[in-house]
C-alpha cells in the first residue's frame, strides 16, 4: 500500500475511498467499524470532514475516508472544496477511484499526479489507456 509506506517515511498521509465498488480499504488500513460516517455523509451534509476521518493501525500518520454505500449525483463541487481543505493538514492526499466518467470528472481538477493501476488482461488495460488519455487532455 503506497499510502503506508509514505506514512512510515513520516508523511501524513489521507487516503480516500471514492470507488464504492467493493468498500474494502478498511480492511486493508486496519480501521474496519471505527467509523459510521463515509464520504457520502461529509459531500452530503450529515457530518463534518473530521468525523468520517478514521485513523488506521497500521500508522499514525495513516488516515482514511471511506466510500459510501452508493454514489448518486456526487456533488462534484463540494468533494473538490473538502479536498483542498484537507491538504493543509496533509501532505499527500490519495484517492483510490473506478473510472467512470463522474469519478474522472471529479478528480480531473485537483490531483496533482497520478498513478494509474490496471489488471493485465484487455480490458484492464484499456480501461487504464482510457484513464491516462483523459487525465493527460485534462492537464
Request: proline share 1%; charged share 25%; glycine share 6%.
Amino acid at each position: 500500500l503506497i499510502g503506508d509506506q509514505l506514512a512510515l517515511s513520516g508523511r501524513k498521509v489521507l487516503l480516500i475511498e471514492f470507488e464504492n465498488g467493493l468498500r474494502t480499504l478498511d480492511m486493508y488500513v486496519g480501521a474496519t467499524q471505527t467509523k459510521i460516517y463515509d464520504l457520502d455523509d461529509v459531500l452530503n451534509g450529515r457530518c463534518e470532514i473530521a468525523d468520517a476521518i478514521a485513523n488506521s493501525s497500521l500508522s499514525r500518520n495513516l488516515d482514511v475516508i471511506f466510500a459510501g454505500n452508493a454514489r448518486k449525483d456526487l456533488p462534484k463541487d463540494q468533494f473538490e472544496d473538502m479536498v483542498l481543505a484537507l491538504n493543509e493538514n496533509y501532505d499527500h492526499i490519495i484517492i483510490d477511484t473506478d473510472c467512470s466518467e463522474e469519478s474522472l470528472d471529479c478528480i480531473t481538477g485537483i490531483t496533482m499526479n497520478n498513478l494509474v493501476v490496471a489488471t493485465q488482461d484487455i480490458p484492464g488495460i484499456r480501461d487504464a489507456r482510457y484513464v491516462c488519455d483523459r487525465l493527460l487532455s485534462a492537464g
